[in-house]
């Protein structure tokens, strides 16, 4: 089977700073990856540069495009690469004001990635925006409304769907639950758990939260000081880590 | 005694000017920066058209000026004394003797023909800016084509009112390429900017931009297939000449509240007067 994505020899410098070194893996289509390490990893930096909003110094970003089977995404044009940033790939940050249009209701939130590839009919958008709204559990009598009027949970949800509204291929999430409050996040890892598997949703996910990746990822990174020092199932890194960090990493999670 | 180089600006100004006309005439609808000057007036005066004008006028031309279709206003009558003063050109208000219009908010009712230049005074020129303000990102969504977000302005406005609310600086697409602000006219004339025979020239002072519109250039105004564009004006003829087929200004005309629907456009109807038509009927 062709991997959907394969990074090949990630780095990004910062002047002599180490971003994240030499990071390769496979992502296989429906398969949830998890990169997990504490603030400062690289985790974030390779996140961006996977997702084309940073140019990295060295490797390979190969997606398996639609059209025209994998390309490296680093090369490709900006025009090819905005493009695939509204079609098959979505991101999800951390700060939904981030992801949102904060002076656009939800319907037209939802609504935009839908006129960005050219849909044209209202009541089709509209439709299509209001049924996401219901598949992220917001009520359809808040389409008008503006996402500051929302929660940060709803906020969050509301990302969510508007990145999801296309059927990606492949979702970047960049601590997705990170800023909510605990009840408000087992919601919303129900939530994106239940999505995942229904659309077979092939992901990545940055996270400093192990919480996150035992319940949404197959396979686990464990990045440090830019570099990947475990790599593998999440259930077996997370029940018997072989690197001294990755125990250093799941005791301190235990201690919480 | 001031001496004025001919229309005001210097003659590597106009040059300057010119060359980012005609780069707007090749490249219909795109937004050209220009080095704006200033003018001895204040911006809301219209400088960027002023300096269009004085750019593409000559000492031959006939010049006209309307303001939200008037030639009589404050503005209008200032712009057309500057270039009188400052050219020596000649003057006038009928729109077919006019060579050079400059115009504020309206486009006239008689049919622009060849040889005629348009100049519109823009406020705004980049129509992205309502949700997107950062100009780096703009430019960017112009030259990918990415225009998705202006549909998601249509779509606010219906879902907040209904059916497209928005009735001036209507978005139109050019030549199927650059989405373009057409100034504060009133969507009735957007019909009107497609396959002109005249030039049309936009300038924006502050924001230093100029873009245009070759004679018989392709101008679509967005929509959506079950929102269509609709030029739409006030459902009444003409008080003062009876016509249909124009843009119609609301006047108070007592104490009592009493309303008149009469032309934007004065020179159209005063002509429509002088050639014997009369409002219907005095209900
Ligand atoms: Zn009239």
Redesign the interface.
């Known amino acids: 089977m062709t991997p959907l994505l394969s990074v090949q020899g990630i780095t990004k410098r910062y002047g002599t700073h180490i971003g994240c070194a030499d990071v390769s893996f496979d992502l296989y289509p429906g398969e949830v990856m998890g990169i997990v390490g504490e603030s400062g990893s690289g985790k974030s930096t390779l996140l961006n540069c996977m997702a084309g909003h940073l140019t990295p110094d060295a490797g390979q970003v190969v997606f398996d495009t639609r059209t025209d089977g994998p390309h490296d995404t680093i090369t490709m044009s900006e025009p090819e690469r905005r493009m695939l940033g509204r079609t098959d790939w979505a991101f999800v940050h951390q700060h939904a004001r981030d992801g949102l249009r904060i002076g656009v209701s939800a319907g037209g939130n939802v609504g935009e990635r839908l006129m960005a590839v050219g849909e044209r009919n209202y009541g089709d958008i509209r439709e299509k925006a209001t049924d996401w709204l219901g598949r992220v559990e917001i009520d359809a009598s808040r389409v008008d409304d503006r996402p500051t009027t929302f929660s940060g949970g709803m906020q969050q949800r509301l990302q969510i769907a508007r990145n999801l509204v296309t059927g990606p291929r492949l979702v970047f999430m960049d601590e997705p639950t990170g800023g909510l409050d605990v009840s408000v996040q087992a919601r919303l890892l129900d939530l994106l758990r239940g999505l995942v598997r229904d659309m077979g949703l092939s992901a990545i996910i940055v996270t400093h939260d192990l919480a996150v990746v035992r319940l949404l990822a197959d396979r686990l990174m464990v990045m440090k000081t830019g570099r990947v020092v475990e790599a593998g199932l999440t259930d077996q890194v997370l029940d018997d880590p072989q690197h001294a960090y990755s125990q250093l990493l799941v005791s301190s999670v235990l201690q919480v | 005694m001031t001496e004025y180089n001919f229309a005001y600006l210097d003659e590597q100004t106009k040059r300057m000017i010119r060359r980012a006309i005609l780069k707007g005439l090749a490249i219909p609808g795109y937004q050209v920066p220009f080095a704006s000057r200033e003018m001895p007036m204040p911006y809301g005066w219209g400088t960027g058209g002023v300096q269009v004008s004085a750019a593409v006028l000559t000492p031959k031309d006939t010049f006209k000026v309307i303001d939200q279709g008037a030639d009589d206003t404050t503005n209008a009558v200032s712009i057309r004394t500057f270039f009188q003063r400052t050219a020596g050109v000649a003057t006038t208000t009928t729109t077919s003797d006019a060579t050079v219009i400059q115009t504020r908010h309206r486009i006239p009712e008689e049919p622009l023909h060849e040889g005629q230049i348009l100049v519109y005074q823009v406020p705004i020129p980049e129509p992205l800016r309502f949700?997107e303000p950062r100009e780096s990102e703009t430019r960017k969504m112009h030259s990918?084509e990415?225009y998705?977000?202006m549909?998601?302005k249509l779509?606010?406005d219906?879902?907040?009112h209904g059916h497209i609310a928005t009735s001036y600086a209507y978005p139109v697409k050019v030549e199927g390429r650059y989405v373009m602000d057409p100034s504060p006219i009133p969507k009735f004339d957007n019909p009107k900017l497609g396959d002109m025979a005249a030039i049309q020239l936009f300038g924006a002072g502050r924001e230093q931009r100029i873009y245009a519109l070759p004679p018989y250039t392709q101008v679509v105004s967005l929509?959506?297939?079950?929102?269509p564009f609709e030029a739409s004006k006030a459902d009444h003829p003409c008080g003062m000449c009876g016509a249909t087929d124009s843009y119609l200004d609301e006047l108070i005309i007592d104490d009592a509240g009493g309303r008149m629907f009469v032309c934007s456009d004065t020179d159209y109807c005063e002509v429509r007067q002088a050639a014997g038509h009369k409002r219907k009927d005095a209900a």
Do not use: P, Q
């Open positions: 949700l990918l990415e998705g977000l549909h998601v779509y606010e219906i879902s907040r929509d959506f297939e079950d929102h």
